[in-house]
């Protein structure tokens, strides 16, 4: 139904994620696209849920896929036009779905304007102070010894002698945000889009736009300079009704992390702790503690995750052993069992859309898609690959185009062959395949989701006694258990049934299972 009230919507919605390379095809050059997501709408609205949030969409060479952004105010033109993005955003509001967007504020493109500007103009000008332009030291080093999070050196030298700082790859030089002038400009950019009624901006990498260069460690994450950049952009978003702010944020130290999400700053960042925990009941119920203490104080939603376009799929990474439990272990040939993958990420996401706050889910995740661990190596355009020398796959495999009908690739992708190949025994994973069977990956997130929006409410949890291995709470007349143990376990009496990941066995809630009672 179209939306109505703004409010505070987020805090407790279901989130879909679309990486929109992969997510359908529309125009057959087998890269995904507005058009796709537009066709895609009603399917998303059936699924149930609240708002899509986007990688970014922006004019990009793709040297990070898409995060390198060359053009913050338009559209990459693979993906289509600003007009094809109104229009976007206007059908999925009339659908009763809001819309957030990706903002990447440490970093530009090496084909961006600005940064061609500040080649050009040379060492000393105004368009260099925009970024971080260093001398290099004697001998022909950089700076200072920093690496790159994508691995190898964090600075390049430019034709002059100078040399430019990224944390990412060397297509991605990073801003000055010490410069009034990049303040200034991204004031402008959350503007524009809010403006077209974007309801929701994701920052990307949100914790690490001030440098220390003169450290001798390297000094980037988490400086207190940076609070004073969202309490602009705060400011900002409160200006129009109904609009937030989710910051990407990993970071060890809760108490710092909390800081982000005080009145003046976001309301919601994300829950990587959760994300990265393996399936263990004491792990999960550290989290869901931590998590819990950390926002409830402050007012602020949590945020539940499985997976994203950084990370191993679930049905994969909770088929690896305890024992090399790992959301981003990318080699070849790791131990994999399938078939108990897809039931623990089964079980997993019922307790994730049992918990309060706000979820998120990654587009395929719903189908059960498995990490593509296979790609041949010349098809991998992750720059962790080349970076790593090899040693790192990157983060292709959870980015393969996800399959929506037929017997065999494009499996209704699009009617050109896919930007990456489709598994061929992904034909028993297509939403048509899916469809009709109650017992499907699919049918699970649809009644979950739908339960969830009618049943749970702003309800609290509470923990209920239960055995080692087993997790068991309550929220409002709901009654989550989840036995992680490797025995099947006694249901409650006198309660009703509404939902389980798997099959009940003679009465008792079997091994690597979520319930849902009433």
């Known amino acids: 139904m179209p939306l109505t009230d703004g409010g505070t919507w987020w805090r407790g919605a279901a989130i879909y994620q679309v990486y929109l390379r992969s997510f359908a095809d529309g125009n057959g050059d087998g890269i995904g696209d507005l058009a796709g997501l537009r066709a895609k709408l009603p399917y ?50 009339a659908l009763g779905m809001r819309t957030i967007i990706d903002i990447v504020p440490n970093h530009g493109s090496d084909q961006q304007d ?64 010490r410069n009034p002038a990049v303040v200034e400009e991204f004031h402008a950019i959350l503007r524009f889009w809010l403006d077209r009624g974007v309801d929701g901006i994701r920052i990307d990498s949100a914790a690490v736009l001030f440098k220390d260069l003169d450290s001798v460690e390297e000094s980037y994450t988490d400086h207190d ?14 200006e129009y009704e109904g609009r937030f702010l989710v910051g990407e944020m990993w970071m060890p130290d809760q108490e710092r992390f909390a800081l982000y999400l005080r009145p003046d700053e976001m309301q919601t960042a994300f829950n990587f702790d959760f994300l990265s925990r393996p399936w263990d009941a004491a792990e ?60 623990r990420a089964r079980a997993a996401a019922l307790l994730a859309m049992a918990l309060p706050g706000s979820l998120y889910v990654y587009q395929g995740e719903e189908l059960g898609l498995p990490e593509v661990e296979d790609l041949p190596d010349h098809l991998l355009q992750d720059p962790l690959w080349e970076r790593s020398n ?16 037929g017997k065999e690739p494009p499996f209704g992708f699009g009617a050109g062959t896919p930007w990456l190949p489709q598994p061929a025994d992904w034909k028993n994973l297509t939403v048509e395949s899916q469809q009709a069977d109650q017992n499907s990956m699919l049918a699970l997130y649809r009644n979950g989701l739908e339960l969830r929006r009618t049943t749970l409410g702003d309800g609290t949890l509470t923990w209920l006694d239960s055995a080692p291995g087993v997790l068991t709470f309550t929220r409002e007349s709901l009654t989550c258990i989840v036995n992680l143990t490797a025995d099947p376990i006694d249901l409650p009496t006198h309660t009703e049934l509404l939902l389980t990941s798997n099959p009940l066995e003679e009465g008792k809630l079997p091994s690597d299972t979520t319930a849902w009672f009433r």
């Open 44 to 93: 998303l609205a059936e699924l149930g849920v609240d708002a899509i949030w986007l990688n970014p969409w922006y004019p990009s060479p793709m040297a990070d896929g898409g995060y390198d952004v060359a053009d913050y105010r338009a559209i990459d033109p693979s993906f289509g036009t600003l007009t094809e993005a109104e229009a976007y955003i206007d059908e999925a509001h």
């Open 114 to 177: 600005w940064f061609v500007q500040a080649l050009a103009a040379g060492p000393g000008s105004v368009e260099r102070e925009r970024f971080l332009f260093r001398d290099g030291r004697e001998g022909g080093l950089p700076p200072n010894d920093w690496q790159s999070i994508f691995n190898g050196p964090a600075w390049t030298q430019v034709a002059d002698g100078q040399w430019y700082l990224h944390l990412f790859a060397p297509e991605q030089p990073d801003f000055n945000w």
């Open 225 to 238: 300079e940076v609070h004073d950049v969202y309490r602009g952009w705060r400011q900002i978003t409160d």
């Open 284 to 343: 999960l119920r550290a989290s869901i503690d931590l998590t819990l203490t950390t926002h409830v104080p402050i007012g602020a939603p949590p945020t539940w995750v499985l997976s994203n376009h950084d990370v191993t799929r679930p049905v994969t990474k909770y088929g690896r052993p305890d024992t090399s439990f790992s959301h981003q272990d990318r080699k070849h040939g790791m131990e994999t069992d399938p078939v108990l993958g897809e039931r």
């Open 390 to 405: 090899g040693t790192d796959r990157g983060r292709d495999g959870c980015r393969v185009p996800i399959p929506w009908s």
